[in-house]
């Protein structure tokens, strides 16, 4: 059974925007929704865990996107290497990031959690910097 | 969810997902690591194929496999390692013996 490219990236790039429609409405409905049908504090946390579980799910899939290796320009096992490791650390990024929302004090649960999440982020640009370079000396 | 379960049951699987996490490597080079014969070592690429976990890739004459795990998967993996996964469904463990005939 085989299955048409252009299909198969329609339907991914359709369930995209179908997900990101569902959580602009989500937020938008807890940012609407008045304090007596919910706690603004909890919809704070809501959405500050809701954003986390959106970063584990899509780090999750990033090792398995794989490309061609014929169409590869570097070294297969270093951008598998690289691959898995943006995937682990934005998925241990994105739990600490819902964790925080969960459980610190609400007043530094934004700066602790996007600093947590902004960490991640940095440490696998300097992963992907640090593989190139190796790459570039070889 | 089954596929992977089934698929990280087996040592022989896990070994060859471990060697895959160095990088792509063709299907010879992989036979050469276990002590079986080729229509097995087939049979246990297509259970790993099925579930997803791995990717083979035509290059020339040669095969070449390559990891396609999730975060999840991997973590899987890493505790199927730590402390083995046991078939209970018979019709899994018929599967697995008659691979191994």
Known sequence: ?138 | MSHVFKALADPTRRKVLQLLQQGPVSAGNLAEHFDVTKPTMSAHFAVLVGADLIQAEKQGRTIMYRLKMSVLEEALLGFAQAFGLQITNSENAATVAEEKQ
């Open chain 1, 1 to 138: 059974m085989t299955t048409d490219p252009s299909q198969s990236s329609s339907v991914s790039i359709m369930r995209a925007l179908i997900i990101a429609a569902l959580l602009l409405g989500i937020a938008v409905v807890l940012k609407v929704l008045p304090p007596e049908y919910l706690n603004p504090e909890l919809a704070r946390r809501l959405l500050g865990v809701m954003i986390g579980v959106v970063v584990i799910i899509y780090a999750n899939r990033v090792p398995k996107a794989l490309s061609p290796l014929i169409r590869m320009r570097c070294d297969p096992a270093g951008e598998q290497a690289v691959r898995r490791f943006t995937g682990w650390s934005l998925a241990v990024g994105g739990a600490a990031f819902a964790i925080v929302w969960m459980f610190a004090p609400l007043r530094h649960a934004n700066s602790l959690s996007g600093g947590l999440l902004c960490a991640a982020v940095m440490i696998v640009i300097v992963r992907i910097v640090l593989g190139m370079a190796r790459e570039s000396h070889a």
